[in-house]
């Protein structure tokens, strides 16, 4: 008799342990906090991909971020997730002077940390398991090249988050890249306010033949209506980083000459597979993931308008 029962508690061990993995996970909550404003579309799209994230691994996501670019409000937001004790942690890190203190005390709480977006130079250093994102400068140089192959001499590289090392980034990388004059033009995040900067820019200087902004729906769009306004369609290459369906559309008119993409829709979902497995299983990419850059010239841009304007690209 004693043998059964003892041959019961270990069949009753082995199963709940065999369950304790699955019931983790499926309790598992991963916070999710980013630089990403309430206005800027390409944020939905990282917040669509962190949602199918959650859904296909079942487990529990919670995104946040502040009103307005504001490191100090995300690192509080920071702060917050990490005494929540989650089981995983992603951030964007357009700061690291800024956010790095906040993510190191995720790291030394033991909460596995992943970074998106921006960050990928000082990921490894503040101590996250991986960057899911693209290589900014790089992607800078690329859009710079293009835009000179195009025939470009003279640039505008238009900043719509002044403050953000990734689009500084960005701006030197163009810089290298395009290998003629490039002046940065610090705009805000209101569309009307890029307009008038960059029609009142081009208008100033004769010269500019080129436009690169660093935002699709934020900076991009309204560079376009700029250009336009100014009777400097085709005369002016607007070119942008990331994607709208907006944009795309001037891409395919041939209005725009092209847009760089960096799948924002998969660094908001895969460091949440990335994150839901570890918790599961232990289990994590060995490496940064690069998920860009690609050129969606005019040719490409009207098969993706139509996942753009679903939130997927």
């Known amino acids: 008799m004693r043998s059964i029962i003892t041959g019961l508690a270990a069949a009753a061990a082995l199963a709940l342990a065999a369950a304790t993995p699955a019931a983790a996970q499926q309790n598992a909550r991963i916070i999710v906090v980013s630089h990403g404003q309430a206005n800027d579309p390409f944020w939905s799209v990282v917040k669509n991909g962190v949602a199918a994230g959650g859904q296909d691994m079942k487990v529990q996501v919670d995104y946040r971020a ?49 970074s998106m977006n921006s960050g990928s130079d000082v990921s490894k250093k503040l101590g996250a398991q991986l960057h899911v994102g693209q290589d900014e400068v790089e992607a800078g140089r690329i ?90 369609t085709g005369a002016i290459r607007v070119a942008t980083f990331d994607m709208s369906a907006g944009f795309l559309k001037s891409v395919a008119a041939g209005e725009a000459v092209f847009a760089i993409d960096q799948q924002q829709y998969l660094q908001g979902y895969l ?38 304007a679903k939130g997927i690209r």
């Open 66 to 114: 502040p009103e307005t670019f504001d490191m100090v409000a995300m690192a509080q937001l920071i702060d917050a997730a990490v005494n929540q004790k989650p089981a995983g942690l992603i951030v964007s890190i357009p700061d690291a002077s800024a956010l790095g203190p906040s993510i190191q005390k995720a790291v030394a709480a033991g909460i596995p940390v992943i």
């Open 271 to 308: 460091p949440v597979v990335f994150l839901a497995n570890y918790a599961k299983y232990g289990l994590m990419p060995g490496g940064n993931v690069p998920s860009g850059p690609n050129l969606i010239t005019k040719e490409k841009a009207s098969q993706v308008i139509d996942l753009s």
């Open 143 to 232: 859009a710079g090249a293009k835009l000179k192959e195009m025939g470009g001499k003279v640039g505008l590289c238009v900043n719509q988050e002044v403050g953000n090392v990734s689009l500084d980034l960005r701006c030197k990388g163009f810089t290298e890249g395009f290998g003629g004059k490039v002046t940065v033009l610090p705009v805000t995040n209101d569309p009307a306010d890029v307009r008038a900067k960059v029609k009142a820019a081009i208008s100033a200087d004769a010269s500019v033949d080129t436009v690169l902004a660093l935002g699709a729906g934020t900076a991009g769009e309204p560079s376009v209506a700029a250009v336009k306004e100014a009777g400097k």
